[in-house]
């Protein structure tokens, strides 16, 4: 009965179906001194494994240092500022106004200019009208904006 469980548990064990329990046993059973002729061929799989386990390393293993890792902060801020020095660049060259921009630019300025002369214009016109001296017709300044505002507000009402 014992044989025939050996057998069905090496079928499993290399199909990769075993538990670690199981595998002990097939260990164990091929550790002891008699075993069948026709699973002798498996004897020096299992024996190597309790060897490999018996093995351990007596050369001595060199870490890094933690010193080279503190060099990657400084990589990262390196690379953060090609990164933004990239976005700039784009962002920069890439601020040519389109047509429509232009055309409403020009269309402010030509209205800016006229605003301008406008207002010049009126300036001058205000400045005459504001002098305390008599006009041609001998009407004082303050005269003829006190008429300019009783006209306006009958036109108002």
Known sequence: ?????????????????????????????????????????????????EMAGEETLSKEINLPSPQKRSNYWKLGIAASLL??????????SNSGLSLEEQEALAAFKKTQETMLMFSQNFNQGTASLTHLGELENGISSLQVLNEFNESKNLILK
């Open 1 to 49: 009965m014992e044989l025939a469980k050996i057998e069905s548990l090496l079928e499993r064990y290399f199909e990769g179906n075993t538990s670690l329990y199981e595998e002990q046993e097939l260990r164990s059973f091929f550790s002891e001194g008699t075993v069948p002729t026709h699973l002798a061929v498996y004897k020096p799989i299992f024996m190597s494994f």
């Open 83 to 92: 990164v933004c020095l990239g976005i700039a660049g784009y962002m920069f």
